[in-house]
């Protein structure tokens, strides 16, 4: 069966940096685009990033665009979230999600707390 | 960016009563629309996608309909196990956006 296995989340300083993984199983890795989405404390769902199934291609939000680096190891079917220069707003609950197909989301994680904290 | 509005915030109902969800698109985007549901502490689930498809194992009492800016997610009979967060979310462009939720709670 298909199981995503977020981790690194954790409390980290305004401005710091931290990397968030995804261990994928249970399906063919490099066969499927894959996507970050965070939910903030309290608030609904907000789409952060997508990388194609080879790694060649990304896409962002606006606001972490510059910021935020999405990228796949298919070697190891994992997939991750650099994030640098965190703000408060980041503070979120980090999902990876595989993509079904045409840009929609079939299977999530259970997810990951970043906590952006002086 | 493409904005979705999701309305009404909130919807009380009873089991049993069906519930009508709507998802208003800031601009047309065909049928590329997916709705999900949040349960208390889960992951989203994807049950509907282009609309109206629904997705292997989701119970038939769950549909979906529209086009264009309109789109409509009606849950008929509801049981226990419905009542959650219903999110909407397009594929027409980058980004990809979701509505703001409706919460459907028990009456």
């Known amino acids: 069966q298909v199981q995503l296995v977020e981790s690194g989340g954790g409390v980290v300083q305004p401005g710091r940096s931290l990397r968030v993984s995804c261990a994928a199983s249970?399906?063919?890795?490099?066969?499927?685009?894959m996507h970050w989405v965070r939910q903030a404390p309290g608030k609904g769902l907000e789409w952060v990033a997508v990388?194609?199934?080879?790694?060649?291609?990304?896409f962002y939000v606006d606001s972490v665009k510059g910021r935020f680096t999405i990228s796949r190891d298919n070697s190891k079917n994992t997939l991750y979230l650099q994030m640098n220069s965190l703000s408060v707003e980041d503070t979120a609950v980090y999902y990876c999600a595989k993509e079904r197909e045409n840009h929609y989301f079939d299977y999530w994680g259970q997810g990951t707390l970043v906590t952006v904290s002086s | 960016e493409i904005v979705l509005t999701q309305s009404p915030a909130t919807l009380s109902l009873s089991p049993g009563e069906r519930a009508t969800l709507s998802c208003r698109a800031s601009?047309?985007?065909?049928?590329?629309l997916a709705w999900y549901q949040q349960r208390p502490g889960q992951a989203p689930r994807l049950l509907l996608y282009?609309?109206?498809n629904r997705v292997t194992g989701i119970p038939a009492r769950f549909s979906g309909s529209g086009s264009g800016t309109d789109f409509t997610l009606t849950i008929n009979s509801l049981e226990p196990e419905d009542f959650a967060v219903y999110y909407c979310?397009?594929?027409?462009?980058?980004?990809?956006?979701f509505g703001g939720g409706t919460r459907v709670e028990i009456k």
């Open positions: 282009e609309a109206s």
């Open positions: 249970g399906f063919t890795f490099n066969s499927y685009a």
């Open positions: 601009q047309s985007i065909s049928s590329y």
């Open positions: 979310q397009h594929r027409r462009n980058w980004p990809l956006t």
């Open positions: 990388v194609s199934y080879d790694g060649s291609n990304q």
